[in-house]
């Protein structure tokens, strides 16, 4: 439970990009949580809890069809402390690393099943 290490949180805002039912309330644990959105504010893959006693906590939103590892570094790299990417940029980076990863394995994969050509021109 948040409350017991962050203190009560009072607040939740998103960007309701990809939330597309945004409530003004929620009840959780016994008290009432206040929703607000900023659709130019603020980043969509971030999503911000505020608690008056102990202050703001920015969260990176990981969609669930990601992948598991995927998912695991975009939460490694959202915790490293001094972190300059914002959430965005470090889904961004993570697809962008993806693709590429997968673009090397298929040229490997390509490559062993006899699709190398040698340096005349024919099949290795």
């Known amino acids: 439970m948040l409350d017991a290490r962050w203190g009560r949180i009072t607040h939740v805002t998103v960007n309701p990009t990809y939330w597309p039912v945004v409530p003004r309330k929620v009840p959780v644990a016994g008290h009432t949580v206040h929703v ?3 659709a130019e504010e603020q980043d969509p893959n971030k999503l911000i809890l505020l608690s008056y006693t102990e202050g703001r906590w920015d969260l990176l939103v990981i969609p669930p069809e990601t992948h598991p590892a995927a998912a695991a570094r975009l939460m490694s790299a959202a915790a490293t402390s001094g972190g300059l990417l914002t959430a965005s940029a470090l889904m961004t980076s993570e697809h962008t690393t993806h693709d590429a990863q997968e673009k090397l394995w298929r040229e490997e994969d390509w490559e062993t099943d006899g699709g190398a050509v040698s ?3 024919g099949r290795a």
């Open 119 to 121: 340096a005349n021109g």
């Open 36 to 38: 607000g959105w900023f």
